[in-house]
């Protein structure tokens, strides 16, 4: 039995739409319409830079493959089995690969086969915490998750007191920190406050950034096979 696999990324194209997206905004364009064209940024911010990821982590994972095949074995009987060997870990890890998810996820995931987690390459440092929240931040638009608080008074000391439970909690702390979000949602109650222009041009600037960051911070072969694989990815996408 012969068994052949196709794969194919999706990343390239949702790079071109975003672009796309964002030019469709205007003075011309409803409000409602606006903060729509923002949330779809958002969320295709987040799933191009989970696309490219997996490209990133598909790339080194054949690049541990090359050093392996680099090994002189002299002893051709033990060389068998320990290449059956690293075929199934090969073939875990890239099961892996397809399942991870999340900040945690692909951080875990680098570590495993660089040595180092994503989070703590040098070129992307600046930007981990700002992954974190486009991650957080997808995790509730994508399942269209309500915005809710509680602003209420209580006798004693404090006299007021709020309930903002949630990831939307720790994405409005997040932008009102990088000065994107003047109003609390507390405050206007209107869930559109974190559907801005400014907001979604943010996470889009990010993802952009994010794959030019980790590369730059990987080591010459590390680099080059990442470098290829998204190459690879590129020219294969029908223009």
Known sequence: MRITTFTEAIWPCIRETLDY??????????????AGLNFSIVLG????????????LRSLLACRRAELNRIQIDD????????????RLEDELSRNIGRA????????????LTGKRLSQLTEVVPLWEAVAVLFNFRNVLGHGR????????????????????GAYKAVEAYLQKKKLLLRRFVDVHNEYVFLSAAIADHFLTLAKALPTAI?????????????????????ATPK
């Not at 051709?76 to 075929?87: D, H």
């Not at 998810?101 to 495993?112: S, W």
């Open 101 to 112: 998810v999340g900040a945690q996820g692909y951080d875990e995931m680098f570590n495993l």
């Open 215 to 235: 590369m730059a911070s990987l080591p010459d072969e590390e680099q080059s096979a990442c470098r290829r694989g998204l190459e690879e990815v590129e020219s």
């Open 45 to 56: 911010a987040a799933c191009y830079v989970e696309g490219v990821l997996e490209s990133l």
């Open 146 to 165: 309500q915005v809710s608080a509680r602003h209420f008074e209580v006798s004693g000391p404090g006299g007021i007191k709020e309930d903002f439970p």
């Open 76 to 87: 051709t009987r033990s060389w068998r089995p320990m290449n059956l060997f690293y075929e």
């Open 21 to 34: 997206l964002a030019e469709q905004r205007g003075d011309s364009v409803p409000k409602l319409v606006e």
